[in-house]
Nanobody
Framework: QVQLVESGGDLVQAGGSLKLSCVASVSASSIRLMGWYRQAPGKQRELVASMSRGGNTDYADFVKGRFTISRENAKNTVYLQMNSLKPEDTAVYYC?????????WGQGTQVTVSS
């Protein structure tokens, strides 16, 4: 099993920045895919960004050019740098990992962007 612990969520004004972190309980280098999803009230959970063990990235269109995902395997950590935040980015952000054919989720961290 993989435990994922997110941090970094906060209240920020529109145009501001936040950096989310997610620490995994296993070696990040063993995790095939890590990423971030988000879920706003009344909406479905949606992919924000993901990064493979090999470094390939995938971004949702609505964050391209604003968010950057990165991994630091030595710290078993995946990050999400969020710039130029908009009120519509308000959501609970969940860390995700795909490890040995199973999906794992963190508990979520709240990001609120005020206008």
């Amino acid at each position: 099993q993989v435990q994922l612990v997110e941090s970094g969520g906060d209240l920020v004004q529109a145009g501001g920045s936040l950096k989310l972190s997610c620490v995994a309980s296993v070696s990040a280098s063993s995790i095939r895919l890590m990423g971030w999803y988000r879920q706003a009230p009344g909406k479905q959970r949606e992919l924000v960004a993901s990064m493979s063990r090999g470094g390939n990235t995938d971004y949702a269109d609505f964050v391209k050019g604003r968010f950057t995902i990165s991994r630091e395997n030595a710290k078993n950590t995946v990050y999400l740098q969020m710039n130029s935040l908009k009120p519509e980015d308000t959501a609970v952000y969940y860390c995700y990992s795909y490890w040995y054919n199973n999906n794992y989720w963190g508990q979520g961290t709240q990001v609120t962007v005020s206008s």
